[in-house]
């Protein structure tokens, strides 16, 4: 019969857990009856002119007790403990369907917590190691939090950082030029993979419309101009505002091209899969420490982190089994097959 119940807790309390409204050692909360105010004195006024008096909700006091399973009591201050430990979502449900579902299923599982202890369920092996593990991941946390609070950066910090990667922070402003190339056609005889799209130029026509492009952008035509006079839907893709991008914006290959750009210059195409690139820089800057605060501290924070737990386990000697932990071998490859054999046709 224990058996039986304790499977039974475990399925009642892993859908509990799962539902959203039970999380840790959450506690729970039951809704807060409003309180309406005395009604007024009569008075010599006739009631129709007298106006209708506001209904007030008194607050409720933190110890008052508001739900009770069997002996044991728990108060305002308690539920609403439960309430800010939920998920947004699960708040969100309780905002919209109440809190009396919640206070259920809490009053549930205090009940079968209480079953569980009459029967001793937990004083067996399993259950003592299971809560032991439970108690060092919340401890594992605690201090991980503990750690991430007390890595704050300073403005000094900030500072010295910026000035120190300046260079990270340099961008330019620069339009991107794209010619699309349609695919080669696949081998007579030879199914492709994916039927071709039918967009594109052909590699000959996408090389001498690039070419024309950047002669326009040379001569200083007007950049509104070049985009009426090159529009092609699918196959010409021109962008008229020109966009900021810093280091770390771009595909490495097409960073070097862009970045090595002086004003006003136009890079030669770049040729990417299927496509002719090529840019036109129209200035360079630095983003202002102000406007990178928010990276900055967010790297510094992860430095001092990272730092952290590094001592952390260089203080801890840290030893494993090399064997037990030994990456899984590499699966085999199976045997070769060779030619198909060939059947001699018999001999007349």
């Keep these: ?67 009770k399973v069997g002996e044991k009591q728990f108060t305002k201050a308690e539920m609403d403990a439960l309430i800010g430990n939920l998920p947004p979502q699960a708040q969100r449900s309780l905002a919209t369907q109440g809190k009396k579902p919640l ?15 009459n029967h001793h369920l ?16 919340l401890e594992a ?4 939090e503990e750690i991430n609070q007390q ?11 910026y000035t120190a990667h300046a260079a990270d922070y340099d961008e330019i402003t620069v339009r991107q030029f794209v010619v699309r190339i349609k695919a080669a056609a696949p081998p007579v005889g030879s199914a492709p993979a994916t039927p071709p799209t039918g967009s ?55 960073e070097k091209v862009a970045f090595g750009l002086k004003d006003g210059e136009i890079s030669e195409p770049i040729n990417v899969p299927q496509a002719l690139v090529f840019f036109q820089v129209t200035g360079h800057g630095r ?32 030893w494993m089994d090399d064997q037990y932990f030994a990456a899984p071998p590499k699966p085999q490859a199976g045997p070769t097959l060779g030619p198909p054999a060939v059947n001699a046709p018999p001999k007349p």
């Excluded at 206070?103 to 202890?117: C, D, G, K, T």
């Excluded at 067996?124 to 032991?132: Q, S, W, Y």
């Design 1 to 67: 019969m224990d058996q039986i119940c304790s499977r039974h807790t475990s399925r009642l309390l892993v859908v509990l857990l799962l539902s959203g409204l039970i999380t840790g050692a959450a506690w729970a909360q039951a809704p807060t009856p409003p309180v309406a105010t005395p009604p007024p004195a009569l008075s010599p006024t006739p009631a129709a002119s007298k106006p209708a008096s506001l209904v007030v909700e008194a607050p409720v006091p933190p110890e008052k007790v508001v739900l």
């Design 103 to 117: 206070a259920e299923q809490f009053a549930l599982m205090v009940m079968l917590s209480r079953q569980a202890e």
């Design 122 to 137: 937990d004083q067996t092996p399993e259950f003592v190691h299971k809560l032991a593990f439970q108690k060092q991941q």
């Design 141 to 144: 946390q605690s201090a991980y």
């Design 151 to 161: 890595a704050k950066v300073t403005p000094e910090e900030a500072q010295q950082y």
């Design 200 to 254: 594109g130029l052909s590699p000959e026509e996408a090389t001498a419309r690039a070419a024309a492009i950047r002669k326009e952008l040379a001569a200083g035509t007007d950049i509104k101009k070049v985009v009426e006079d090159f529009k092609a839907p699918g196959d010409v893709i021109i962008e008229a505002e020109p966009r900021k991008i810093r280091h770390g914006g771009m595909r490495p290959e097409m």
């Design 287 to 318: 983003a202002e420490l102000k406007d990178v605060i928010p990276e900055i501290e967010k790297n510094l924070r992860q430095q001092k982190i990272d730092a952290a737990m590094a001592e952390l386990k260089k203080n801890a000697a840290v």
